[in-house]
């Protein structure tokens, strides 16, 4: 399962993000596809107020409000990064359209969606598998709740089955920006 965005719409974005709920691959994947492009791979992690940390820490689902400012800081890294580097990579939940709508606003240009998807199950097992810093298992649930899935009809997004493995989700990404490598090798 795979369903390529329309090249038109791809065609002028710098910037790739992966989404998708907590333990899907975003990181993981985010990282491989940057290794291949040589790309800075920026994880929306990290740009975390500290509030929202100790919120999720204490098995507490983020609101809109509490995402709003995180979604700000990390596309403002993104389009910096992109402007450094030509290009750039990040990893990010970006679970609702109106956050992704954000995003794409807040960064100032179009923006490639790689949403790793996945049913409860599969991610479940996962996660219980993993160690994370903050989030816990039980928070998996608000997580799908608020999920709305991305279109590819409506939205710039390339849709990867989480069941793949990373080097083949990346490849299939990479392939769906070859357009970023020919812009950095113009460079
Ligand atoms: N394609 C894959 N196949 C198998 N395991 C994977 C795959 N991608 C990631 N994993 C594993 O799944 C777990 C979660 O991955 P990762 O931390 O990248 O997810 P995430 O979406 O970034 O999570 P979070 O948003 O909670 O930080 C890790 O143990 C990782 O090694
Ligand atoms: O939108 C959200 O609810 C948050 O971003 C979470 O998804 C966490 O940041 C992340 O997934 C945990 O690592």
Redesign the pocket.
């Given at each position: 399962m795979s369903t390529a965005p329309s090249p038109r719409r791809s065609e002028a974005a710098r910037l790739i993000i992966v989404m998708?709920v907590?333990?899907?691959?975003?990181?993981?994947?985010g990282k491989a596809i940057a290794r291949r492009l040589h790309l800075p791979f920026l994880d929306g992690?990290g740009y975390h107020p500290p509030e929202n940390v100790e919120k999720m820490r204490a098995g507490t689902p983020l609101t809109d409000a509490d995402r709003w400012p995180w979604l700000e800081r990390l596309a403002q890294a993104l389009h910096e990064a992109a402007g450094q580097k030509g290009a750039a990579v990040g990893?990010c939940?970006a679970l609702r359209k109106s956050y992704r709508d954000y995003l794409v606003e807040k960064a100032g240009e179009p923006i490639l969606f790689v949403y790793l998807k996945g049913d409860r199950s599969v991610i479940a097992e996962?996660m219980a598998?993993?160690q994370?810093e903050y989030?816990p298992q039980s928070l998996l649930e608000s997580q799908f709740a608020t999920l709305e899935e991305p279109d590819p009809a409506i939205e710039n997004v390339l849709v990867l089955d989480?069941r793949?493995?990373?080097e083949t989700?990346a490849t299939r990404a990479v392939k769906a920006v070859d357009h970023l490598r020919s812009f950095k090798r113009g460079q």
């Open positions: 998708g907590s333990s899907s691959g975003k990181s993981t994947t992690d990893a939940s996962r598998r993993r994370h989030m989480v793949e493995p990373v989700l």
